[in-house]
């Protein structure tokens, strides 16, 4: 699966702070790289308009996250769907957004749409790790295998 997030709107949707925005930018970036990197998930986080000078790159932040700033003349939106349009296998894609115009697009494009908060409680959630059991014997199966491996030894010996 591959994950194509609204930016801006999982900013806006999920976080009311005063800080500024490159701040917030670059929080949501650092943690959803950690959350990328821990599932082995791979996808874009899109914004709108060039990055700043002063910030880094969207294309120096190390995959598997890859963060994307839509080109002049293009929004965030129009990116997104674009690249659903574009790519070979649709269904493959989930959208991230609670903008309803862009999961309305993507849908009809073919991808999937999953609102943020759903997706920021997702990533959250631990994957379940398969757990190794401990097999113990009970006191009447104990006995009742000593019972036959006795029963063999005295069959042996006799």
């Known amino acids: 699966m591959i994950y194509l997030i609204d930016g801006y709107n999982l900013i806006f949707s999920l976080i009311q702070s005063k800080e500024s925005l490159q701040t917030m930018r670059q929080k949501v970036i650092h943690y959803l790289q950690k959350r ?8 874009t986080l899109v914004f709108d308009g060039a990055h700043l000078r002063d910030e880094e790159s969207g294309l ?3 995959s598997p996250l890859i963060v994307a700033y839509a080109p ?10 674009e690249k659903i349009r574009v790519s070979k296998n649709a269904k493959q894609i989930t959208v991230v957004t609670n903008d309803r115009g862009l ?22 959630k631990k994957k379940k790790r398969q757990r190794s059991v401990d097999v113990q014997e009970s006191p009447k199966n ?3 295998l000593e019972k036959i491996f006795e029963e063999r030894l005295k069959r042996e010996d006799g």
């Open 36 to 43: 990328f990197a821990a599932r082995k998930m791979s996808g």
């Open 60 to 62: 120096s932040y190390p």
């Open 72 to 81: 002049k003349g293009q929004s965030a939106d129009e990116y997104i769907v």
């Open 103 to 124: 999961a309305m697009h993507a849908k009809s494009a073919g991808a999937k749409v999953m609102e943020n908060h759903a997706f920021i409680t997702w990533l959250q």
């Open 142 to 144: 104990i006995e009742r």
